[in-house]
T-cell receptor
Framework: DTEVTQTPKHLVMGMTNKKSLKCEQH?????MYWYKQKAKKPPELMFVYSYEKLSINESVPSRFSPECPNSSLLNLHLHALQPEDSALYLCASSQSTGTAYGNEQFFGPGTRLTVL | DAKTTQPNSMESNEEEPVHLPCNHSTISGTDYIHWYRQLPSQGPEYVIH???SNVNNRMASLAIAEDRKSSTLILHRATLRDAAVYYCTPSGEGFGAGTRLTVKP
């Protein structure tokens, strides 16, 4: 199984809502990533988890809260978002972090988030 | 992270080879060079990676300059399904602007 799954595919939420995005992989990968992608732009790295511990936070606002309950699951909790947070949120996984041994990332299809 | 420079867009005719360049002059000595592509309405997809030697796989070839400051992704025979945004990422964890490849029938 070389698939990264993400749920939901689409999400519409108000600025006062609390919601969560979920990501799952069963490839035994120990690194997982959250990216944000605006239309016509490249993915922007948000968070990196390595062995279930947060290793990189790219100065993401606290209204985004990542969680890695186990090595297969990655969540992104959303609270008090702004309309400008509307984007495609991508999850990825790799065997480990860094590229010293060519750890290619496998991406999910993304969750398209709209904040009203 | 190494900074990358890629053409914003390129065009190719179907069945012809395509050479997609990337400059990564600040790459560190141990960083692999990864290429991904993103088809419309999909997440990025791994294409190929290499360190120093040229690499081939079923999707593409990767030619790496001797000084490792640049690389070229080679699609030997472009098809309409190869139309995508191609990203070169030496750091492995950050994407540059990418090259939008259009393939004309």
């Amino acid at each position: 199984d070389t698939e990264v799954t993400q749920t939901p595919k689409h999400l519409v939420m108000g600025m006062t809502n609390k919601k969560s995005l979920k990501c799952e992989q069963h490839m035994g990968h120990r690194a997982m990533y959250w990216y944000k992608q605006k239309a016509k732009k490249p993915p922007e790295l948000m968070f990196v988890y390595s062995y279930e511990k947060l290793s990189i936070n790219e100065s993401v606002p606290s209204r985004f809260s990542p969680e890695c309950p186990n090595s297969s699951l990655l969540n992104l909790h959303l609270h008090a978002l702004q309309p400008e947070d509307s984007a495609l949120y991508l999850c990825a996984s790799s065997q480990s972090t860094g590229t010293a041994y060519g750890n290619e990332q496998f991406f999910g299809p993304g969750t398209r988030l709209t904040v009203l | 992270d190494a900074k990358t420079t890629q053409p914003n867009s390129m065009e190719s005719n179907e069945e012809e080879p395509v050479h997609l360049p990337c400059n990564h002059s600040t790459i560190s000595g141990t960083d692999y060079i990864h290429w991904y592509r993103q088809l419309p309405s999909q997440g990025p997809e791994y294409v190929i990676h290499g360190l120093t030697s040229n690499v081939n796989n079923r999707m593409a070839s990767l030619a790496i300059a001797e000084d490792r400051k640049s690389s070229t992704l080679i699609l030997h025979r472009a098809t309409l399904r190869d139309a995508a945004v191609y990203y070169c990422t030496p750091s492995g964890e950050g994407f540059g602007a990418g090259t939008r490849l259009t393939v004309k029938p």
